[in-house]
């Protein structure tokens, strides 16, 4: 079992950045891939970043990408997300996940889940 605990998230203007953090525990964070989901209203859940449990691979949706960065930290149990230049479309749910299973990082199946936080980006 992973639990995981997320924080960060809040109302900024377009153009502003926010990091979330995702606090793990329950297994050693060495052992599972990690990822950041997202669900706007009306939509389907997306992933947004993921991270090896190495920390050598990533992925990022087209959507994001060179605006975020995922990183993690194996020995405090903690994976970010840095988000910069917001944009309107970047609110939703945001969710960390985990997964114990071998899987490409692009893989969107995760086992584990937290209970998301909310970002919400005014234009």
């Known amino acids: 079992q992973v639990q995981l ?7 900024v203007q377009t153009g502003g950045s926010l990091t979330l953090s995702c606090a793990a525990s329950g297994r050693t964070l060495s052992r599972v891939d ?8 009306g939509k389907e859940r997306e992933l947004v970043a993921s991270i090896s449990r190495s ?15 995922i990183s993690r930290d194996n020995a405090k149990n903690t994976v970010q997300l840095q988000m910069n230049n917001l ?26 889940w937290g209970q998301g936080t909310q970002v919400t980006v005014s234009s």
């Open 5 to 11: 605990v997320e924080s960060g998230g809040g109302l």
């Open 34 to 41: 990690m990822g950041w989901f997202r669900q706007a209203p």
């Open 55 to 69: 920390g050598i691979g990533t992925y990022y949706a087209d959507s994001v990408k060179g605006r975020f960065t």
């Open 87 to 112: 944009k309107p479309e970047d609110t939703a749910i945001y969710y960390c996940a985990a997964r114990v299973s071998l899987r490409l990082v692009s893989d969107p199946r995760y086992e584990y």
